[in-house]
């Protein structure tokens, strides 16, 4: 079982940059694809980066190919985003999550990662 943890989200005026981080418990970190999901305010969940277990693929959302960017650290466990250009639409609740298959944003629409994080918030004023 994996365990996550996130952090780094707050309050960023439009134009902004914020990094989050995503802190991953057990030895088998590079066993698992990761990815970050987003909910806005009275929306749905929705999909944003996803990076393979070594890191030489990676997915976006139209939304922020360009503007985001998904990393990960596996001898530290963490997978971060870094947000860049921020947007007042991007505000949401940020969700790291993590499964042992990358899949594609078909597949993710029946079948979510297995596990979840609590989520950090990410606030973008205009």
């Known amino acids: 079982q994996v365990q996550l943890v996130e952090s780094g989200g707050g309050l960023v005026q439009a134009g902004g940059s914020l990094r989050l981080s995503c802190a991953a418990s057990?030895?088998?970190?590079?066993?698992?694809?990761m990815y970050w999901f987003r909910q806005p305010p009275g929306k749905e969940r929705e999909f944003v980066a996803s990076?393979?277990?070594?890191?030489?693929?990676?997915y976006y959302a139209d939304s922020v190919k360009g503007r985001f960017t998904i990393s990960r650290n596996n001898a530290e466990n963490t997978v971060y985003l870094q947000m860049n250009t921020l947007k007042p639409e991007d505000t949401a609740a940020y969700y790291c999550?993590?499964?042992?298959?990358?899949?594609?944003?078909?597949?993710?629409?029946?079948?979510?990662?297995?596990?979840w994080g609590k989520g950090t918030q990410v606030t973008v004023s205009s």
């Open positions: 999550a993590a499964d042992r298959s990358l899949r594609t944003l078909v597949q993710l629409t029946t079948t979510p990662p297995q596990y």
């Open positions: 990076i393979s277990w070594a890191g030489g693929t990676t």
């Open positions: 057990g030895r088998t970190f590079s066993s698992y694809a």
